[in-house]
């Protein structure tokens, strides 16, 4: 297998695996409920299971400070290598934990322990992963190399919800509920060992090679990246954050969130055969378009890219819902759900290399993952939350989702032109070029 494409597959199929566990659990929630919580309330128990869910996502940013720095001071490699098994572990302990009836109080706590410890290998996956991407491609290819980061993502919910229909189609209700769950975890353990065997044979990035020697040369060794992303690139953190938040949006709320919303009975009161389906569809050309929209990155520069993709988010994300509400056909469903998955392709597929690219290597793992982190944790993480109240504030309005994307993409819109060159700073730094390609 070619180096470039070793890198591409090795660093991809981590951050497969994180979102194809994000997609199973989901899709069997209520299963995990009835096995894990006591009660006879079913809405209670499954509101047990997403508060641990959720707390996944708590863990994020610590992941994110603290194998950020392990991946900017031991090399990618290793981070890498670090994330990986720490995912691995985490689905292990999901996928073969033992029931509440069989140890009581245990089986729950051995879940939040699966779903912390994804959640803290999460954290530090993007950083590491979209560095090590960056640093390996050509400067003339950087965007189309790191889209693949969130093509993966794609990946993984076509084989989460191909998992999910292979298992719901074969077995029947009391033999998921028993068992049968399970199979999407332990497949997804099965992945683990090829990205680990990957991901171990990888070359260290010479760009990283290079930052080890200078800091050798200057006795640096002891330097924290942390300390010094908040002390010398406070700017970068703050306008890559502010980009980030349309990144977490998007993704949320139009891949994630809008198949279960159009469920309701107060929305538009699709079945879950129609809404799964529209999405396992849509999918499709969001994994195409996020390496095409990443490779025209490369050619007309990421300013330029996100800019657009952020202004088609905010002019036609509430047009297509309200056609959608006009017309709540499958035939609308599907091709409403195609077009927002490559809206979202178009900026998602952009925002890896963009974002990596805005911080030296020094401090580049550790930097791409607070922004990425802290975008989804406050406005991923927490956005049923918020959608909830501004449902409220609205008036029950059923397009509050679009609301809350086109506020996002207007915060991404004022950052995305102070998303300026390093030349200065990489000049300092003997960083390896890094092409912004902008006019």
Known sequence: MPSKTRAIVATSIGNMLEWYDFTVYALFAGYIAGNFFPGDDPNTRLLKTFLVFGLGFVVRPLGAVLIGNFGDRSGRK??????????????????????????????????????????????????????????????????????????????????????????????????????????????????APVGLYLRRTLDETQAFQAEASRRAELHADRRVPLVEIFREHGRSLFVGFCVAVLWAVSVYVLMIFLPTYVQRPDTFNFSAKQAFGASLIGNIPFVIGCVWFGSLSDRIGRRRSLFLSAALLLVLVLPLFIWLKADPSLTTLITVQCIVCLLVASFVGVAPAALSEIFPTSVRSTGTSLVYNGAFTLFGGFAPMILTWLTQRSGGSIYSPAWYVMMAACVALMAIPFLGSRSASMAATRDYPIATNEP
């Open 78 to 191: 290793a981070a890498l290598t670090l994330t990986i098994l720490l995912m691995a572990a985490g689905t292990g302990i999901i996928a073969l934990s033992p029931t509440y009836a069989s140890i009581g109080i245990g089986a729950p706590l051995l879940l939040l322990l699966g779903r912390v410890l994804q959640g803290f290998s999460a954290g530090g996956e993007v950083g590491g992963a979209t560095a090590y991407l960056l640093e390996s491609a050509e400067p003339a290819q950087r965007g189309r190399v790191a889209s693949w980061l969130e093509a993966s993502m794609g990946m993984a919910n076509i084989l989460g919800a191909l998992a999910a229909f292979t298992v719901t189609a074969s077995l029947s209700t009391q033999e998921i509920q028993s068992w049968g769950w399970r199979i999407p975890f332990l497949f997804g353990l099965l992945i």
